[in-house]
């Protein structure tokens, strides 16, 4: 089993993706591009290494304007030994990849241009994969697509222009059930007669479930289970909670440790591979992971510590000083206990003498290296948020800067930056 996360890292510096638009387009800047984007890319898989983070989504923005006529760069001839040492990252560390093009790849579209724009897309997301001599295990997620007022014929128009792709795209294209249209009984029908897999996504099912099946969300996915053959891979689901009482399909800012468990303990095969989808990205992945973890050692929840300790005491003190206490016993402790006061701490509202005691806590770290000039600079930031004259955000930007500056790496990868 693995417990992955979809597109941006959190915590790292270095990772964030860039972009170009059509206005400012020409050759250069788009290899400078995609050169930033293939490192970031590479950064993010080492630090999942690092971390035992075995399911990664890709992001479509790897190559910007991937499909649009004004890019006719071979990118895949110019970076073709990145991307092989970047498949080999993959290949050798036993990651899976996999992506999911947008909301605009409409395959089953009235509209003949909307479907060749789509089939051009999903030709993109395979040659990407392909570049990194991905098996067919590394897949590309789609959703059916609009009902156009007739959901029976766009059904039937999703398996005609199915029909229509590639071989290599139908290997790696996989289906998901989606919150309004098609329920996971519509999924399974098209799987049936096109024999592709089927992902379950238990956010989408609950807001769009089917009305005449009886299944629980659990049997369900082992329904799902029987559409994955072994070229497939492993099965592999969608999880969320959502971000407003399962009101609409907006996702949580983290997933809530008591929630997950609970559903991670009544799969009836946990061989199975999860996807997260998740605001706090890489955050929750690596919680996840801890959580379901066998024989898991103190060391693994102090190196957490380490990254939530700031965040933590800018929340509350007696929160920050409740973990220190459970991490003290070296043989009594337990991931869900550590989770449940960290997600304590993440929803408490801003406390402003909280802030100010860490942000002074932090200065610390600069107090013999920085300069006068520096020092004056930080006084004055904090002093205008003492007063309400400025937010808290000048400052934490100025302090992330000072460690940049300094390379200081333990401030670098405080997550006190970046929730």
């Not at 970031?40 to 989504?57: G, P």
């Not at 890019?71 to 990145?82: G, H, P, T, Y």
Request: aromatic content about 12%.
């Amino acid at each position: 089993m693995a417990i992955g996360y979809a597109c941006i890292q959190l915590g790292k510096v270095n990772t964030k993706l860039s972009t170009i638009y059509v206005k400012n387009f020409d050759q250069e800047k788009f290899e400078k591009i995609v050169e930033n984007n293939l490192n970031a890319l590479e950064s993010i898989l080492k630090y999942n290494i690092k971390n035992n983070i075995k399911l990664f989504r890709i992001s479509s923005d790897i190559i910007p304007l991937s499909t649009h006529p004004i890019n006719n760069v071979c990118w895949q001839e110019i970076f073709k030994d990145k991307l092989f040492e970047i498949g080999e990252l993959i290949k050798n560390n036993d990651i899976r990849v996999t992506m999911h093009p947008g909301q605009y790849t409409v395959l089953n579209s009235p509209n003949e241009e909307v479907v060749k724009k789509a089939i051009e897309d999903l030709s993109f997301h395979n040659e990407f994969l392909d570049s990194l001599n991905c098996d067919y295990s590394s897949k590309m997620v789609l959703h059916i697509g609009g009902v156009y007022s007739d959901k029976k014929s766009a059904i039937e128009r999703f398996i005609t222009n199915f029909e229509k792709l590639d071989n290599n795209i139908k290997n790696r294209l996989i289906i998901e059930n989606d919150d309004k249209s098609y329920n996971i009984d519509d999924v399974l029908y098209i799987s049936s007669k096109i024999n592709i897999p089927v992902v379950f996504d238990n956010l989408h099912h609950r807001l769009n479930p089917p009305k005449n099946n009886s299944l629980n969300q659990y049997e369900l996915i082992e329904k799902c289970n029987l559409t994955w053959k072994d070229i497939d891979g492993k099965q592999k689901i969608h999880y969320s909670q959502s971000a407003n009482n399962f009101k609409n399909g907006a996702h949580s800012q983290y997933i809530k440790a008591n929630d997950f468990l609970d559903f991670y303990n009544n799969l009836i095969n946990k061989d199975i591979d999860i996807m997260l989808e998740v605001k706090d990205k890489n955050l929750s992945a690596l919680k996840c992971n801890l959580l379901t973890k066998e024989n898991l050692k103190i060391q693994e929840l102090e190196k957490e510590w380490a990254r939530y300790k700031y965040y933590v005491l800018s929340a509350s003190a007696s929160i920050y000083q409740e973990i220190r206490t459970l991490l003290k016993d070296k043989k009594n402790y337990d991931a869900l206990s550590f989770y449940n006061l960290i997600e304590k701490a993440i929803d408490i509202e801003n406390h402003k003498p909280s802030q100010i005691n860490t942000l002074t806590h932090i200065w610390g770290y600069f107090k013999k290296i920085g300069t006068e000039g520096e020092k004056k600079k930080f006084f004055s930031l904090l002093n205008d948020y003492q007063d309400n004259k400025k937010s808290i955000t000048p400052i934490k930007n100025y302090i992330f800067k000072l460690s940049y500056k300094y390379d200081i790496d333990y401030l670098l990868e405080s997550l006190y930056f970046y929730l």
